[in-house]
T-cell receptor, first 115, second 112 residues
Framework: EAQVTQNPRYLITVTGKKLTVTCSQN?????MSWYRQDPGLGLRQIYY???????DKGDVPEGYKVSRKEKRNFPLILESPSPNQTSLYFC??????????????FGPGTRLLVL | DAKTTQPNSMESNEEEPVHLPCNHS???????IHWYRQLPSQGPEYVIH???SNVNNRMASLAIAEDRKSSTLILHRATLRDAAVYYC?????????????FGPGTRLSVLP
C-alpha cells in the first residue's frame, strides 16, 4: 500500500529542547516536503527536497532544518523549538511528472505543542 | 500556477449530489486541474484531476467547462464522511518542481 508515515503523531515538548519528526515514504518518490497548518493560515510549505541531498526552503523555513540522506526519508528537525512552532505538521511526497504522476500523498500529521 | 477561486463554504444533505465549483479564468492551455480534499484531522488526499475532458473515478466526477475557465467537482451521493475542505489547484506543464499551493478551499458540510 502506498503510504507516507510520520512519527510521532503527537508531541508535547518545552522551549529549546531539540526534536526530530520522522517521515518515510514507500513509493520511490523524488519530491518530498514538509508543511505546517495553522488555523486561518492554511497549509504552508516549510522545506522541500527534489532528490537525495537536494533540499530547499519553502515559504516558512525559519527555525527548521531538514536532511535527505536516503530517498525514502525526510526528517524535520527543530533544533530549538519555540511556542510559535506549535502547529500541525504534514509530510508529503510525490513524483516529478505531470497529471497523475505528480499526485501528492500526505502523511497523517504530527500535532506539536511547544510549552 | 494560475489562481483559483472557490466558495468558502457549502452545505449539502446526505445522499444528495454536491457540485463544488472552481473558477480559474487565467488558466493556460497546459494547466491540469487537480482536486484534493482534507478530512478533519487528516492530511489532504487526492480526489481527481483533468486537463480538458470530463473525468470520472470511484470518488467523484470532474466536469470541465468548454473554455476551461471553470470546473466543477461532483460528488454523486454525499455521505457524512465527505464533510471536508476541498481544494482546487492548477498545475502547469513543467511545474513539477514547484510547490502545490493550497488556498483556503471550500468547506463542505453534510447534513444527516
Amino acid at each position: 500500500e502506498a503510504q507516507v508515515t510520520q512519527n510521532p503523531r503527537y508531541l508535547i515538548t518545552v522551549t529549546g529542547k531539540k526534536l526530530t519528526v520522522t517521515c518515510s515514504q514507500n513509493m520511490n518518490h523524488e519530491y518530498m516536503s514538509w508543511y505546517r497548518q495553522d488555523p486561518g493560515l492554511g497549509l504552508r510549505q516549510i522545506y522541500y527536497s527534489m532528490n537525495v541531498e537536494v533540499t530547499d526552503k519553502g515559504d516558512v523555513p525559519e527555525g527548521y532544518k531538514v536532511s535527505r540522506k536516503e530517498k525514502r526519508n525526510f526528517p524535520l528537525i527543530l533544533e530549538s523549538p519555540s511556542p510559535n512552532q506549535t502547529s500541525l505538521y504534514f509530510c508529503a511526497s510525490r513524483g516529478l511528472g505531470q497529471g497523475l504522476e505528480e499526485t501528492q500523498y500526505f502523511g497523517p500529521g504530527t500535532r506539536l505543542l511547544v510549552l | 500556477d494560475a489562481k483559483t477561486t472557490q466558495p468558502n463554504s457549502m452545505e449539502s444533505n446526505e445522499e444528495e449530489p454536491v457540485h463544488l465549483p472552481c473558477n480559474h479564468s487565467t488558466i493556460s492551455g497546459t494547466d491540469y486541474i487537480h482536486w484534493y480534499r482534507q478530512l478533519p484531522s487528516q492530511g489532504p488526499e487526492y480526489v481527481i484531476h483533468g486537463l480538458t475532458s470530463n473525468v470520472n473515478n470511484r470518488m467523484a466526477s470532474l466536469a470541465i467547462a468548454e473554455d476551461r475557465k471553470s470546473s466543477t467537482l461532483i460528488l454523486h451521493r454525499a455521505t457524512l464522511r465527505d464533510a471536508a475542505v476541498y481544494y482546487c489547484i492548477l498545475r502547469g506543464l513543467y511545474n513539477y518542481g514547484q510547490n502545490f499551493v493550497f488556498g483556503p478551499g471550500t468547506r463542505l458540510s453534510v447534513l444527516p
